[in-house]
């Protein structure tokens, strides 16, 4: 195991959402292709919002405002790996989404809540099932705000 693989990665990842839809990213991280947020690691002395702007931008070139914490990941399923997710929501601000990282990422698109493309990475599942169940004023804050497996 190399040393990324003896401890958890730890990222911020942020939903941004426009017109009720939300912007994804078909990802090539994997043998399997999935969906999921921008994101990726907190640089040193960064804020979780300041960090979200800046994934948003590099990722994608989209402008997000009104960020809020939604929810926490612990996701074993992908071992070796072990990543720890902090799952923000944002509204779009301004920008046409383009694949700007395209050795990441295959498109970027806004997808409806009722319409996900899939498979969608874990973290990503877990943070849109928090924020609909929110959404529909059910369900118990505590499981809501933190997803833990």
């Known amino acids: 195991m190399d040393e990324r693989q003896q401890k958890p990665n730890y990222a911020i990842r942020v939903m941004v959402f426009k017109d009720k839809k939300v912007l994804l990213g078909k990802s090539k991280a994997s043998a399997v292709v999935r969906y999921g ?9 960064e804020s979780f919002e300041d960090c979200a702007k800046r994934e948003a931008m ?3 070139g989209v402008k997000i405002q009104n960020i809020k914490f939604q929810a926490i990941s612990n996701v074993t399923e992908y071992q070796p790996y072990h990543n720890i997710n902090i799952m923000l929501t944002a509204d779009w601000k301004s920008g046409e989404p383009k694949n700007l990282e395209p050795e990441k990422f295959e498109s970027w698109d806004w997808y409806d809540l009722d319409n ?5 990475w874990k ?3 877990l943070a849109l099932e928090s924020y609909k169940t ?7 804050a505590e499981k809501n705000y933190f997803d833990i497996e």
């Open 58 to 60: 590099e990722e994608c």
């Open 116 to 120: 996900l493309p899939k498979p969608l």
């Open 134 to 140: 929110l959404r529909r004023g059910s369900g118990q």
């Open 123 to 125: 973290n990503c599942e």
């Open 37 to 45: 947020p921008p994101g990726g690691h907190l640089e040193y002395l």
